[in-house]
């Protein structure tokens, strides 16, 4: 597929005689003769796992994987676990497995997959993420030979039913610190499964209140006195009848604000003993007599090092947000594209995406799950190069880990935030359950704390930001002084604007000109790493002054925490405009890679807007660029009107996966119907006359 459209001389916007570029812009839009190429755009949305993820989306139409909105809890779990029945006689689970007991080993493949599910019934996608993405996956990754070939049939088969228990009551993030303990007993070779206090219990574990009968249990591992930290343990639950084993108990978790299809729980084990072989032991070992060894002799390292294999649940929960969003943002862009409402200059009632603020509460979302789809493909491939064994080395491991946490953050709240606004744009049908919204929103709602809350993971990814400012920190003292006055000229040149004497110079007092400017790729890039490097900066700076009072920079990193996250914010914001950009670089010229470029124009404009405070008042931009921000937004907002249902036709979603009434033509119908009722009663002279108002 080619893209052969004309490309225009420039994209430079024309303003009006005022210099303003969206003056006079109309409210349809311009650039009606844009035709993108759908199919060209569509291959690279659906990025290198293209066949799996279409696999995926055949599935998706069958009304059996269908949430029926309203049903009641039992119901609905008793549904889903039928669905996941149906996953497996699909072929569809067992992508990543070992090739010896039916897998493909496709890693990037099973995720692209997974995460298309969403479009049928999040509960189902969360419970096959629970059974393959975290019980077996943990078996998987953090056992050995022998617990692959004791444990992983059942698992792939679905004849075990399983949890992921790591969360405990009374330590969520803090995963380090939970209290269940795995004792081992080398008069037995077992270990001995307990949870000492109400607090320690594990709770909500996906699959624990009804369907478990096995669970991969996290538990500080003790043998001969000595703990060693937090360990995985596969530890039987059930017996065939659905009755807790001795020593387990468990409570139903009960209803939930989403997710209702799936039957989270609380566990809680009274000295369960299990094989000493059950421990998988592909990072720590215990032998027979209970002496303890591990591949890796640091605890912290092996910790992280465990936990660092499991990151494909932050992954894929990425992966699902963006696709909601494309479900949701089709709703309610098609819906505005179709309802009309108040009259226009010729007497006819408009429809809502003609209306400027309508396009603006929609639009810039569009332009941003563009973005989160670029980013998240890149992710993918990133979780590919280091499971596959390609590139499995600890800085690619490192990145793998950063990336996930800041776009699973970043796409999850936008999710909630993009879900809500179509929600609201398509006003009392948006509150019908028929029309999905509000069940997207609510089932998508603890995406923001799955596998890592959000803020928490964001703390991550600032440190990480840190740790790499240390490392180019200068070690020396000559340099050191070098480099501390070299960040005191910066600070001169945000207060004494020095910056924005050049700007105001280049502009001219045009904003045509300062626009010319925004619109250069190298002009957003700096203005968006120039924020990321000066946020991290100024909080090294800060610690560094602790030097080696511990106490003391413990103190100012708390104090700090705030700053920190906004700066791993504006990091996850980088990342996405780069592998946007990345992505246009390999479309060729014409009227797509042209539409990109507008649509990444407008994302990186739509966050220097929302931080305009900080590039104001650190001297980054000039009050007119400031004002040309917003200006060029509106105009490439109203550019990117016309096109929208092409866009929209690029997620390549049939009406079986959008399932939305008032998006498959039921609006269209009504407005038809009230259209032509209305034009036959005019030609019939049956219209009442409208009353005439005195003027005043």
Not at 265 to 285: A, S
Not at 548 to 564: F, V
Not at 624 to 629: E, F, G, M, N, W
Not at 647 to 676: K, N, T, W
Request: glycine share 10%; proline share 4%.
């Amino acid at each position: 597929m080619v893209d052969t459209a004309p490309v225009p001389s420039t994209n430079t916007p024309k303003a009006d005689a005022s210099g303003d570029p969206a003056a006079g812009t109309p409210a349809g839009g311009t650039d009606t003769g844009v035709r993108i190429d759908v199919d060209l755009l569509a291959e690279h949305l659906l990025g290198r796992w293209a066949e799996d993820r279409r696999a995926s989306r055949r599935l998706a139409l069958d009304p059996a994987m269908h949430k029926i909105e309203g049903m009641p809890s039992a119901e609905h779990r008793a549904r889903t676990l039928d669905q996941l029945r149906l996953l497996v006689e699909a072929g569809a689970i067992q992508r990543p497995y070992p090739e010896e007991i039916g897998g493909q080993s496709n890693h990037g493949g099973n995720l692209a997959a997974f995460e298309e599910l969403a479009t049928a019934d999040p509960s189902m996608q969360i419970k096959a993420g629970v059974q393959w993405g975290l019980f077996g996956s943990a078996v998987h990754h953090l056992g050995t030979e022998r617990n692959h070939r004791e444990f992983l049939p059942g698992i792939v088969s679905f004849d075990v039913p399983g949890c992921f228990a790591m969360t405990e009551t009374g330590h969520g993030s803090d995963v380090q610190s939970i209290a269940t303990t795995a004792t081992y007993d080398p008069a037995t070779e077992e270990f001995e499964i307990h949870t000492p206090f109400r607090g320690a219990w594990k709770d909500y574990i996906g699959n624990a209140a009804l369907h478990g009968k096995a669970a991969v249990v996290f538990a500080k591992l003790v043998t001969h006195g000595v703990d060693h930290g937090v360990h995985a343990f596969y530890v039987p639950l059930r017996d065939d009848e659905g009755a807790f084993l001795p020593g387990v108990g468990g409570e139903d978790d009960g209803y939930k604000g989403g997710l209702n299809g799936v039957d989270n729980g609380r566990l809680h084990f009274d000295h369960v003993r299990v094989p000493r072989t059950n421990l998988l032991n592909r990072y720590g070992d215990v032998a027979e007599d209970g002496t303890y060894s591990s591949p890796i002799a640091s605890p912290g390292r092996r910790f992280f090092t465990m936990l660092g294999t499991l990151v494909q649940g932050r992954v894929s929960l990425d992966g699902a947000a963006v696709v909601a969003q494309k479900i949701g943002l089709q709703i309610a862009l098609t819906y505005a594209a179709q309802r009309r409402q108040f009259p226009t200059g010729d007497g006819t009632e408009g429809v809502l995406l003609d209306y400027g603020r309508h396009q603006r509460r929609l639009v810039p979302r569009l332009a941003t799950v563009f973005a989160q789809s670029f980013a998240h493909e890149k992710l993918l491939r990133t979780f590919d190069d280091v499971f596959s064994g390609r590139e499995d080395t600890p800085q690619r491991r490192e990145d793998l880990e950063t990336q996930a946490a800041a776009f699973k953050s970043m796409s999850t709240w936008s999710a909630l935030d993009t879900l809500q606004e179509c929600r609201e744009a398509c006003g009392g049908a948006g509150f019908l359950a028929e029309n999905r919204l509000t069940g997207l929103r609510a089932d998508l709602d603890v995406y923001v704390t799955f596998e890592g809350d959000n803020t928490v993971l964001l703390q991550l990814v600032g440190k990480r930001l840190l740790t790499d400012f240390r490392a180019k920190a200068p070690k020396d003292t000559a340099s050191t002084a070098k480099f501390v006055a070299s960040q005191a000229a910066t600070k001169l040149a945000d207060a004494t604007g020095i910056r924005r004497i050049g700007q105001a110079v280049a502009d001219r007092g045009s904003l045509a000109a300062s626009v010319t400017d925004l619109q250069d790729a190298k002009t957003q890039h700096d203005l968006l790493a120039g924020r990321v490097d000066t946020m991290v900066t100024e909080i090294g700076m800060r610690l560094a002054s602790a030097g080696k009072d511990r106490a003391r920079g413990a103190l100012l990193l708390n104090r700090s925490q705030h700053e920190l996250i906004e700066a791993a914010k504006a990091h996850a914001e980088l990342m996405q405009w780069e592998a946007f950009t990345e992505a246009i670089d390999e479309v060729p010229e014409g009227d797509t890679r042209r539409v990109l470029v507008w649509l990444r124009d407008l994302f990186a404009l739509g966050l220097l807007e929302q931080h305009l405070d900080w590039y104001l008042m650190h001297g980054r931009i000039t009050a007119q660029r400031a004002r040309a921000v917003s200006a060029y937004i509106d105009r490439l907002v109203a550019r990117v009107r016309p096109i929208v249902p092409q866009l929209l036709d690029s997620f390549g979603y049939e009406p079986g996966h959008v399932r939305a009434p008032i998006a498959l033509g039921a609006e269209q119908a009504r407005q038809d119907e009230a259209r032509a009722w209305f034009a036959a009663e005019a030609a019939a002279g049956r219209l009442p006359e409208q009353e005439k108002k005195p003027r005043p």
